[in-house]
T-cell receptor, first 109, second 115 residues
């Protein structure tokens, strides 16, 4: 089976930076995704890493180390609207996407 | 936004009754997926399809069957619903991975309650 771990909850202050870590042990690796999910809504795509290194997209960045089975999502200049669950997902070689349980981020004023 | 719709959006049924959830896409994407989402478990793959009449099991496929007779429709059937199948069900679609990232686009979800 697949094992994808991420913290359950994190709290941060508006304007701050938060880093959400994700570690994985999977049979076959074909890319790592981060999704954002607001309460009661569908997940939406945030970022994708398939090679080692940092991918930056506005206030959000995602990092991948394949040798360590590790990724993080960095959220900068936090806004209240960033309060949501953040899902780490690993794509396997047969194009199945396996998700972690998600990290709920609460942004406080 | 990807053209993907799920029906019904909400359903309450009784234990032992059959239930079918429908996922319809207008994007002509090859890959379609059914996930369930429960507190503490995140999204878990039930079944997925990589083409018309081509399907495969996910990690929680027991008690579920699927069919894909057309590119645009992917049906999830609970032959005899149980209370443990109370959940939010998400359909997702993905283009063939190649020059793009092949990310999943999700439908709005179907909330199923089995009494």
């Amino acid at each position: 089976g697949q094992n994808i771990d991420q913290p359950t909850e994190m709290t941060a202050t508006e304007g701050a930076i938060v880093q959400i870590n994700c570690t994985y042990q999977t049979s076959g690796f074909n890319g790592l995704f981060w999704y954002q999910q607001h309460a009661g809504e569908a997940p939406t795509f945030l970022s994708y890493n398939v090679l080692d290194g940092l991918e930056e997209k506005g206030r959000f960045s995602s990092f991948l180390s394949r040798s360590k089975g590790y990724s993080y999502l960095l959220l900068k200049e936090l806004q209240m609207k960033d309060s949501a669950s953040y899902l780490c997902a690993v794509r396997l070689r047969d194009y199945k996407l396996s998700f972690g349980a998600g990290t709920t981020v609460t942004v406080r004023a | 936004d990807a053209g993907i719709t799920q029906s019904p959006r909400h359903k309450v049924t009784e234990t032992g009754t059959p239930v079918t959830l429908r996922c319809h896409q207008t994007e002509n994407h090859r890959y379609m997926y059914w996930y369930r989402q429960d507190p503490g478990h995140g999204l878990r793959l039930i079944h997925y399809s990589y083409g018309v009449k081509d399907t495969d099991k996910g990690e929680v496929s027991d008690g579920y069957s699927v069919s894909r007779s057309k590119t645009e429709d992917f049906l999830l059937t609970l032959e005899s619903a149980t209370s443990s199948q109370t959940s939010v069900y998400f359909c997702a679609i993905s283009p063939l991975a190649g020059t793009n990232t092949g990310e999943l686009f999700f439908g709005e979800g179907s909330r199923l309650t089995v009494l």
